[in-house]
């Protein structure tokens, strides 16, 4: 039985699987292809603990959606306690608030996100994320210089933390005197 549970991931050709653990205590696994979307859509019976595998495909979902603008996924990949973090900005908790944060986002600001690289703990907890963002300021948000369609270039990083498959808080962090330098120049 164990050796049938060991075997190869098709989808993948990887071994890696994910404990998931039942209310007595006891593991059961799932191949690392599991979706952590599946997991909390089923309900299992208890909780869903996330592999580094599993992060990185929760945190490449979240940043497909943003760069579909894809609010309703990115919303999707978010946990119960959300926490959005900005090095240039107010902390805003819970989904609402995000959902917010992201209208306005949309309408003044339209980027890509490329060369992702995601890096995890090995439990799957925790990751951090480094990307290039291309973007082009669409309208003039309060605060800021007046928007003119404006194009800018930046590098980005990001701090995660994961919980029952969910992303719980996201930290990002960029600088800001290079946005203006790009959007003024």
């Not at 989808?11 to 690392?32: D, Q, V, W, Y």
């Not at 300021?137 to 590098?155: F, I, N, V, W």
Request: net charge neutral.
């Amino acid at each position: 039985m164990l050796h049938a549970e060991l075997a190869m991931c098709r989808e993948t050709a990887c071994s890696e699987m994910l404990p998931i653990i039942n209310k007595s205590g006891l593991p059961r696994f799932e191949r690392h292809c599991y979706d952590a979307q599946q997991a909390t859509n089923s309900k299992p019976e208890g909780t869903f603990l996330m592999t580094a595998a599993a992060t990185r495909k929760l945190i490449t979902r979240y940043y497909a959606a943003f760069n579909a603008q894809d609010t309703e996924t990115m919303l999707d990949c978010l946990g119960t306690g959300f926490v959005h973090d900005v090095s240039q900005g107010e902390r805003r908790k819970g989904e609402k608030r995000f959902a917010e944060f992201l209208a306005h986002m949309h309408k003044c600001y339209h980027e890509q996100l490329s060369d992702i690289a995601v890096m995890t703990s090995t439990d799957g907890a925790r990751a951090a994320a480094e990307f290039k963002l291309k973007g082009r300021y669409l309208a003039t948000d309060e605060g800021l210089p007046p928007a003119a369609g404006q194009t800018y270039r930046l590098t980005v990083g990001a701090f995660f933390e994961i919980k029952d498959g969910k992303i719980t808080r996201v930290s990002t962090h960029y600088s800001l005197p290079e946005w203006t330098r790009q959007v003024v120049s």
